[in-house]
């Protein structure tokens, strides 16, 4: 697809930091409110500077509010002064328009945190974290309009700019200034813990990575990355039996959904990893099945289950997705 840059919003001199800046890293975030052009009229006449250089509409539409070569204020970070002016001036910012975090209620959903028919989502249209993320649990799916002009906007900027095809090893995760001198693409949740955008959908950063060829290479990821060896505290007869057990609860399931499950098990009882989970309760010919865990590491089922491309990871659960 080629690109286009509607031109036809474009903030005053006044509200961005104008000029020829080094760029270095891009921010993907999302606006929390209706329209894109709703977004720009919102930072129009603010006196702050807040605002980011891009906003895609839901259509997938591109503002370009004002050249990526210059900067507004787009993260509020409190570092000291010389670090949050560096880290503001390189980053060219992209907003998503969206509403954001979603509120349930009575099995519905609302936007805005206001229960009304003016706020309702339809149910296909949210996104199920599987549990609490940052206050809230449910999502505004992105649209795939939206996913295809951010993949080949990052792309365009990426030439342009000479900007590293690089991605954080836990990118819906916090890492504060210890990220202060990585280039790259990262998300406004890497950076502000109050933050949920974009939202934490595993398919934006699997899109991200693959169609914009993002590595996750580099000393500066070690941080997010490095893994804590796991000892091994069951017995091989133990072992065997589980492997036994679970090999019946995946032989119930959809055949590719049962191949991403053992996948997954696989991954986690690797050299290091050690551990393990007992499924239970699969759907037959299905795309779910329950779990109980056994022993190891509990944070790494739902970080490798999102990195293997799972629908759901909860506590309890794994689901994968029907195609």
């Known amino acids: ?149 951010l993949t080949e906007l990052i792309n365009h900027l990426c030439d342009r700019f000479d900007i590293p095809r690089k991605m954080l090893a836990k990118p819906t995760e916090y890492y504060g200034q210890e990220i202060k001198n990585f280039k790259g693409i990262i998300g406004h949740v890497n950076v502000r813990k109050d933050k949920t955008d974009p939202a934490p959908i595993p398919e934006l950063w699997e899109t991200l990575k693959n169609k914009c060829h993002l590595s996750v290479e580099g000393a500066e990821l070690e941080t997010g990355s490095v893994e804590r060896p796991v000892p091994a505290k069951m017995s091989t007869d133990k072992i065997d039996d589980l492997f036994n057990h679970n090999v019946e609860e995946l032989n119930k399931m959809h055949v590719p959904a049962g191949s991403m499950v053992k996948g997954l098990i696989m991954e986690l009882e690797r050299k290091n990893r050690n551990t393990y989970i007992k499924l239970r309760d699969a759907e037959p010919d299905g795309h779910i099945c329950f779990y109980d865990f056994v022993e190891g590491d509990k944070e790494l089922l739902k970080k490798v289950g999102l990195a293997l491309g799972f629908k759901q990871v909860t506590p309890t659960k794994l689901e994968v997705h029907n195609a």
Request: hydrophobic content about 30%.
């Open 1 to 149: 697809m080629a690109l286009s840059f509607n031109k036809d919003f474009r903030l005053p001199e006044n509200q961005y930091n104008k000029g020829n800046f080094k760029k270095s890293g891009i921010c993907v975030h999302h606006t929390v409110g209706s329209t894109a052009e709703s977004t720009f009229h919102w930072w129009n006449g603010n006196s702050d500077k807040v605002g980011t250089a891009y906003i895609i509409d839901r259509d997938g539409t591109l503002l370009e509010v004002f050249d990526p070569e210059s900067w507004a204020w787009q993260f509020g970070l409190k570092w000291n002064n010389p670090d949050r002016f560096a880290f503001e001036r390189r980053f060219i910012g992209i907003e998503l328009a969206s509403e954001g975090g979603l509120k349930e209620k009575d099995g519905k959903f609302y936007c805005f945190d206001r229960i009304s028919p003016r706020t309702e989502k339809p149910e296909d249209e949210v996104f199920d974290a599987g549990e609490n993320y940052r206050g809230h649990r449910y999502f505004d799916r992105y649209e795939p309009e939206q996913m295809e002009t």
